[in-house]
């Protein structure tokens, strides 16, 4: 693969990585506001909230880590970061929307935000084996 179209989709996998990190952020937000305004009527709602900020913590913590690795030419790294975030994010979203409902008003419209960090990922090891074949 050209040198021109590795960087392109090294740029493309980078920009998906922080596009899935504002999702996440504003996707957390969403559902912590939701589950502290429940919280008054009950407490596992508070301890919900309280996993979601950490699992959105570490799903942002881990994205950004992804794209600063495929940034600096370790794509493989970088891709497995931003598939495991895009995994958190979608045990989270399916579990909000299948078993609590929170977020079904989205419809279709929200599974497309589960999207940009898996394709990332994979856009990053595919950088990687495409390094790896021209080496």
Known sequence: MSE???KTLKL???LLGFLSAVN???LGIYI????LTLAFLLSRFLINATYVGFATAISVALIIFGCYSIYKDHA???????VIA??????????????LSILQQFGLLGYSLLLPAPISGIIGIIISK???NDA
């Open 4 to 6: 021109t179209k590795l």
């Open 12 to 14: 493309v996998s980078i």
């Open 24 to 26: 996440m952020v504003l």
């Open 32 to 35: 912590i506001n939701y589950c």
């Open 76 to 82: 493989l790294r970088g891709g497995l970061c931003n």
């Open 86 to 99: 895009g995994i958190i994010t979608m045990g989270l979203y399916l579990y909000y929307t299948l078993d």
């Open 130 to 132: 495409a390094k790896k």
